[in-house]
């Protein structure tokens, strides 16, 4: 929806209808789909916000069943504060999907931007904090999502069977897949780290996800690496980085060697990990440091060479099932990567400009690549 009328001015103190008649019949019809009301598509827009106002504060109960820990608590910290919160740092599609559960609105008081729910559903709300089925879904839920996403970080692409098949490992219990696929779905309308294809289940940074299966059946003999589940569950934090021995090598060499601050370098180099993890050929690589770093001689520019040939064997790799190169040395030496003397930056043409984690869309419309032409 635009995004001026999420932030129109109004009152802390609202009932569910005050903020109901001043939605668009289009996004009234959003919040019937998202509750999934039947029999109400032919309904007028008075009708429909009669139907929504008795129906909303029934279906709040059902809703969380399906949520996580950020969601829910999330709610609970708006009802505890009365009813309202100054905005989180959200993305735009995040408050989408809040507003679209219909006991969740946006605006501006006094021209800061809140979240809020509706005066008559605050108790009610702030009562589902003690619903011990509500909590055991919470946390059961919340499992499911991070170890999905984790997972999915470290072997790039994984079809609906082996990653309940995963799942039961680490949590011990059988996996319902209606289920799953319901918190699943839902959950990535808000936290959008998923990508759904016929291939499977994919990390968002995934592009070809039928590349990954293929290179998965080629090493039908290599088993996924066994990931803990707390190496897992960590994978599965916003903005993870593998920081092994390697990485902070490199990153302890271009602070020595050029004029950026740790943040900086850490940013260069934790792309570089990303593109390593994606499969991106040694020049491709080297091109990227390359074009970031000028070398002020031969033998730096060797150094750092040495320095990110390193890292790429101890990086990994969707396409090698999670394991790092040098793991899998005595089954293929062939998977080592040895990137040769560089005088000099590789063909243009040859090298395929990579965007990185925290790059804006090539496209130009100032959306993050995540939330734009990615997907």
Known sequence: MNGNKQWKEISIKQTLRDILVTYSKDELTEIRKFLDI???????KAELIDLLEETIPERIEKVCLIWDE?????????????GFIPAPELEPEQYSYLRSTGFIFTGKNNGKKILAVPTEIVEQIKSLQT??????????NTEWIQLTQGLLYFYGTMKIDHLAEKLTEYT???INIQDYLEVIFDANKYHDEISFSAAGFS???VEDPESVIREHKKRKDVPYYPFTKKQVLQAAEPGYV???EMYKQLVTFILKNYEVD???????????????????????????????????????LQAMIDKVSRLMNHTRQWDLKGHMPIELSHVDRSILRQLPNYEGTSNPAEAKVKVGRNDPCPCGSGKKYKKCCLN
Do not use: C, T
């Open 38 to 44: 039947k029999n109400a598509s032919s309904l007028k």
């Open 70 to 82: 950020d969601r829910f608590q999330l709610l609970q910290k708006i009802a505890k504060n009365g």
């Open 131 to 140: 619903n011990l089925q509500i909590k055991a879904a919470i946390k059961r």
């Open 172 to 174: 011990g219990e059988s």
């Open 203 to 205: 990390y968002w940074r």
């Open 242 to 244: 593998e920081k092994n």
């Open 262 to 300: 740790r943040e900086e370098a850490e940013s260069i180099v934790a792309d570089g990990v990303d593109f390593i993890q994606e499969g991106i050929g040694p020049n491709e690589v080297i091109h990227y440091f390359n074009d970031i770093f000028e070398a002020d001689s031969k033998k730096q």
